[in-house]
């Protein structure tokens, strides 16, 4: 099973994200009950992997803090939009709580991520050079932001890559209080 680690979004600001969707050009829209917040892509992991994932998020520790998606942007490989996204406004306890994601998992032999954490939720996938209508879409929508969300607790996800658009099924919930 391929798994990561996220949080979950309230649905009113998932609504609000999908109402970004419009026609533009080489986006491929997520569907708003897809949109959430990773902390940290495990991938393919095995029963056994599982459930030491399992155990490892189980001992997190913390408290609960509010975030805020903020502004647009996009993702570039090879001179290419792949990810059109919705931005987190900086927020040292979101750091905190996925440098422990990622310190768990680490314990429990998963190498450490190898990428800088860039807080963020895919609003759309992509595949084509800068266009002006991307850079118009993003401008026109820069000055997005979120009511404050509430992360009491950190989900454990598996996703299934279907035809159209991957199933993401929440597996565990673990609060952070």
């Known amino acids: 099973m391929r798994l990561f680690v996220a ?14 969707s419009c026609n533009l050009p080489g986006a491929r829209w ?13 991938g393919e992991a095995n029963r056994l992997e599982a459930e030491e994932i399992d155990l490892a998020l189980a001992s997190l520790r913390g408290r609960g803090f509010y975030f805020s998606l903020s502004g647009l942007g996009w993702f570039e490989k090879n001179g290419r939009v792949n990810t059109l996204f919705a931005g987190v406004e900086r927020n040292e306890d979101l750091a905190r709580l996925q440098a422990k994601v990622g310190t768990a998992l680490h314990r429990v032999g998963f190498a450490p991520e190898k990428r800088r954490f860039t807080p963020h939720v895919t609003l759309a996938r992509m595949d084509q050079p800068v266009t002006p209508a991307l850079s118009r879409f993003v401008q026109a929508n820069n000055l997005y932001r979120s009511v404050p969300i509430r992360a009491d607790n950190v989900t454990l996800f598996s996703s299934f890559l279907g035809k159209d658009q991957p199933t993401y099924t929440p597996e565990a919930e673990y609060a952070l209080a």
């Open 7 to 20: 949080l979950d979004l309230p649905w009113e600001v998932k609504d609000q994200l999908s109402e970004l």
């Open 30 to 42: 997520v569907p708003e009950e897809n949109f959430h917040l990773t902390l940290r892509f495990i």
